[in-house]
T-cell receptor, first 114, second 113 residues
């Protein structure tokens, strides 16, 4: 049973470009969470999605950031017109059911904005 | 506002030492507290604690929760260089029928040979 998969593992973008980060949850998991980890800081919740629905996006910046989890395919975190402050590690986690406390994390995507 | 505070922020020890990592919290509707270990990859699950005073143990690692004083500790005995990592404490916070994690900043542990 493969774990949570994220790609790319490393992504370099110039200011103003778009970044697309992908997350495939563990098999059988339909709940996906995105977290951001800035250098020397803890992980911060961004958004929680179920298939085709955004449930909680309270941690996601209102502009330039969007997330989706389509019926087929991975969850995508999209950052438009990236700025240097977007440089961070972005982690995806998944869980199998609504009420479980344990989330399983992917290896993260490290975004560097030049 | 719910928050999780970890201390110390960083720690350097020698192999064989015992370390204690602290996590204090302020949350409404406490449900559980989890510890994760983060090396240069995905945070990996260590423990989930729900009840006060019951120690969870896995090899050289153990953890306990105090719901009255609102903190948890993670102990590592006979440390090894492979224990070097960031240790994350997190509290699930109810959100849309499931739980999002509120994380502390982590404790960065470095174990020297």
């Amino acid at each position: 049973n493969a774990g949570v998969m994220q790609n790319p593992r490393h992504l370099v973008r110039r200011r103003g470009q778009e970044a697309r980060l992908r997350c495939s949850p563990m098999k059988g998991h339909s709940h996906v969470y995105w977290y951001r980890q800035l250098p020397e800081e803890g992980l911060k919740f961004m958004v929680y999605l179920q298939k085709e629905n955004i449930i909680d996006e309270s941690g996601m910046p209102k502009e330039r950031f969007s997330a989706e989890f389509p019926k087929e395919g991975p969850s995508i975190l999209r950052i438009q017109q990236v700025v240097r402050g977007d440089s961070a590690a972005y982690f995806c986690a998944s869980s199998p059911t609504l009420s479980t406390d344990t989330q399983y994390f992917g290896p993260g995507t490290r975004l560097t904005v030049l | 506002e719910d928050k999780v505070v970890q201390s110390p922020l960083s720690l350097v020890v020698h192999e064989g030492d015992t370390v204690t990592l602290n996590c204090s919290y302020e949350v409404t509707n406490f449900r559980s507290l989890l510890w994760y270990k983060q090396e240069k990859k995905a945070p990996t699950f260590l423990f989930m604690l729900t009840s006060s005073g019951i120690e969870k143990k896995s090899g050289r690692l153990s953890s306990i929760l105090d719901k009255k004083e609102l903190f948890s500790i993670l102990n590592i005995t006979a440390t090894q260089t492979g224990d070097s990592a960031v240790y994350l404490c997190t509290i699930p916070q109810a959100s849309g029928g499931t739980y999002k994690y509120i994380f502390g900043t982590g404790t960065r542990l470095k174990v020297l040979a």
